[in-house]
């Protein structure tokens, strides 16, 4: 019987690969170099390896989850399709005008993201809906198929449909993609009735245009990458991570890429969840870092924050308004130019400056030596001390410490520091930067980052969540046995999840709860269709019921839970029945309202304007980690080295422990360095360590101690 899982999460240095025995509680993992010219190259070495390395049988492996961030990446690159829009005549011009606000008003060079479809690959078709979705012109077919050959004669491989009022009434844009299918049967479809039917014409513009522009390649690199684990003798049947932090089959993949976007980071949140829950820890903040980015996520009561709708390719990173607003659910992430990758740099004003550029796997840091000239946070690292050159990736990459230090020298001479300093200075405004960003993030959803316990994962999160910690004051932190290739282990844990949503106009002091429910009702059954196809590891579906809503008048939309259905009246109180469903949706928008501003207006009435359903399946075989025995003691050190701390004003004769030689219940003192394959874990003078008895590494930050 098969009882492997196997996870794989290709990262923007590393791809991390980790298989489970559900039947054992065991865990193997390994992290390759992401292959960039073609990363299905490292995706099918690193497993092989991984098989060979570990004698797994590919016949014994039952299911493999991926997740990646190549199609973010040809987002923010532009290396997706050549796209094409067709747009309501007159409304071709919608994704350059946007919502006509600046996201920097003292700006005078401002530059807006630029639109995928250019405006010589846009055409617009006669025929028109009004917002009832009621056709008050008809559809001209002859004159639409026109403009789309002229779009397929300039080169579109790819079409987005986009008519105004589709969410309404798709009646349009279906027969518009059957007459287009019929005479360009080579051309790729998006439809904004199937990938974001929901009102805010630019908002569902975007959202179309970008699942166009990456769909060709999407289908390409999954259907390649199917091809080839299927030949290593693994299930070609591939479930993916979807940035909602669920899994989805990989048709559900192949038709809405769109949904892929921020799939390892989610993946990262739900690890960080899953070990954190068996410490009984419900309140955290999830960090991970990696080689190119960290990620940051709120986790409250073990459950990632969602959101419904994010912006790709920011002109600038921190400013909201500045990228393409994508409108699908994913997890709740900030996300900060700082990772092992990158580059360090004198600024125009003669500062140092940490990223946001990154070198990335090919040529990588500079003791890599593999060509890369400027110098990184991992160089930075590694003179610190904080790396061991012999044990990178478990040894597997051997690096050059004479590297790191040149670079470093040849950028400390440029701001009149040596090398030692110039690289203290990267790690600590890697630090700031992560502090600075957390705490905007926690504070602007209500909360106090100090009430949270911080989780480290990716290679770099435990390097630098000590002093990430002390900056936002933090006093505990978790990090999980192979931290390093957490996002990987976190595609084995997670749920399989669908997300449906479409704008419906609903007023509970008013309408009738019927039209509602039908509206309901259609997205629960798009919801269950994919789920039904994962039944074979996964059920029963559990359905979660919300709404965008506000109070009239307001152009602010709210989201909320909403009471479960079905929102049905019988029999004789039919009336009496009725009211009562208004009331529970009407006071769970202002329940809600309330409890996020403090008050609600007296006596306006309340709209429903999107709805939305999710479906969730917990796993049938969970991965459940075997028990482990509490000893009490302390553990002999493997090695020492010179370790770097500000708050000593210099290096350390530092304790180095391996973490496999680390039992439960073992209590460290720092400084202390505590390695693994996939990371290492710096735990500061002012800090003490144990190891728990679900084998996490727990520090506790003790500010007094001297």
Not at 242 to 250: R, T
Not at 374 to 383: G, I, Q
Not at 499 to 518: I, N
Not at 583 to 607: C, N
Request: charge should be negative.
């Amino acid at each position: 019987m098969a009882h492997w899982t196997v996870g794989i999460d290709i990262g923007g240095t590393f791809t991390d690969l980790v298989a489970l025995d559900l039947a054992r509680g065991e865990q193997r993992s390994l992290k390759v170099l992401t292959t960039h010219q073609d990363p299905t190259e490292g995706v099918v070495r690193g497993t092989a390896q991984l098989l060979a390395d570990h004698r797994i049988a590919p016949a014994d492996v039952a299911r493999v989850v991926h997740a990646t961030t190549l199609f973010t990446n040809a987002l923010i690159e532009r290396r997706g399709a050549c796209t094409g829009l067709l747009a309501t005549q007159g409304f071709g011009d919608i994704v350059e005008m946007g919502n006509e606000r600046k996201y920097d008003l003292y700006d005078l060079r401002i530059e807006r993201s630029r639109p995928l479809a250019p405006r010589h690959l846009r055409g617009e078709a006669v025929g028109r809906l009004d917002a009832q979705g009621c056709e008050i012109e008809p559809l001209d077919l002859a004159q639409a198929l026109a403009e789309v050959a002229r779009l397929v004669e300039a080169g579109v491989d790819s079409l987005a449909i986009c008519l105004l009022h589709a969410y309404r009434n798709d009646m349009h844009e279906r027969r518009l993609a059957q007459a287009i299918a019929l005479a360009h049967p080579g051309l790729t479809l998006t439809l904004s009735c199937e990938t974001a039917p929901v009102i805010r014409e630019y908002e569902r513009l975007t959202t179309t245009l970008a699942n166009a522009y990456i769909k060709p390649m999407a289908r390409s690199y999954l259907d390649r990458l199917a091809r080839q684990l299927a030949a290593l003798g693994l299930p070609g049947d591939v479930l993916m991570m979807l940035s909602n932090g669920g899994l989805a089959h990989l048709d559900e993949a192949r038709a809405q890429p769109i949904a892929l976007l921020e799939s390892g980071p989610a993946a990262g949140a739900i690890s960080a969840a899953h070990h954190s829950l068996r410490e009984g820890q419900g309140d955290l903040l999830a960090f991970d870092m990696g080689g190119t980015t960290a990620k940051l996520c709120l986790v409250n009561d073990a459950k990632p924050s969602i959101t419904f709708g994010f912006e790709a390719a920011r002109q600038k990173r921190f400013a909201e308004g500045s990228g393409m607003p994508i409108g699908i659910t994913t997890v709740d992430l900030i996300e900060i130019g700082a990772g092992g990758g990158s580059i360090a740099s004198r600024d125009a004003l003669g500062l140092l400056k940490v990223g946001p550029q990154s070198a990335g796997s090919q040529p990588g840091p500079m003791c890599y030596g593999q060509g890369g000239d400027a110098p990184t946070v991992t160089d930075a690292n590694l003179l610190l001390g904080y790396l061991n050159p012999d044990f990178f990736a478990g040894g597997s990459l051997r690096i050059q410490p004479a590297l790191a230090r040149a670079g470093f020298e040849r950028l400390g001479a440029t701001l009149g520091h040596d090398a030692v300093q110039t690289a203290w200075g990267v790690h600590d405004i890697v630090a700031e930067n992560m502090a600075a960003a957390a705490r905007v993030h926690v504070a602007e959803r209500g909360q106090d980052p100090r009430r949270f316990v911080l989780v480290a994962t990716g290679g770099g999160g435990p390097l630098h969540a000590y002093h990430v910690a002390r900056k936002i004051g933090v006093a505990t932190i978790v990090c999980p046995p192979q931290a390093g290739v957490a996002s990987a282990f976190g595609l084995l844990v997670a749920r399989a999840r669908a997300d449906r949503s479409r704008s419906f106009g609903f007023k509970p002091a008013t309408d009738a709860v019927a039209g509602l429910e039908q509206v309901f009702a259609a997205l629960e059954q798009e919801v269950r269709g994919p789920l039904q196809a994962l039944q074979a590891d996964f059920g029963p579906i559990h359905l979660r019921r919300r709404a965008d809503g506000r109070f009239i008048g307001q152009g602010f939309n709210l989201g909320v839970d909403l009471p479960d259905g079905p929102y049905t009246v019988q029999g004789a109180q039919d009336a009496e029945q009725e009211a009562r469903w208004r009331q529970q949706l009407d006071q769970a928008f202002r329940s809600a309202y309330a409890h996020k501003f403090g008050r609600t207006p007296p006596d306006v009435p309340v709209e429903l304007v999107n709805l939305q359903v999710t479906g969730e399946a917990a796993p049938l075989h969970p991965f459940q980690a075997p028990a482990l025995q509490v000893q009490a003691g302390t553990a002999a050190p493997t090695g020492r080295r010179p370790v770097y701390f500000a708050e000593r004003q210099g290096f350390v004769d530092t304790p180095v422990y391996q973490r496999a030689l680390l039992h439960p219940g073992v209590q460290l003192a720092g400084p202390a360095l505590i390695e693994e394959e996939t990371t290492t874990v710096v735990v500061g003078p002012l800090a003490r360590a144990s190891v728990s008895a679900q084998g996490n590494l727990v520090i506790q930050i003790e500010e007094a101690r001297t």
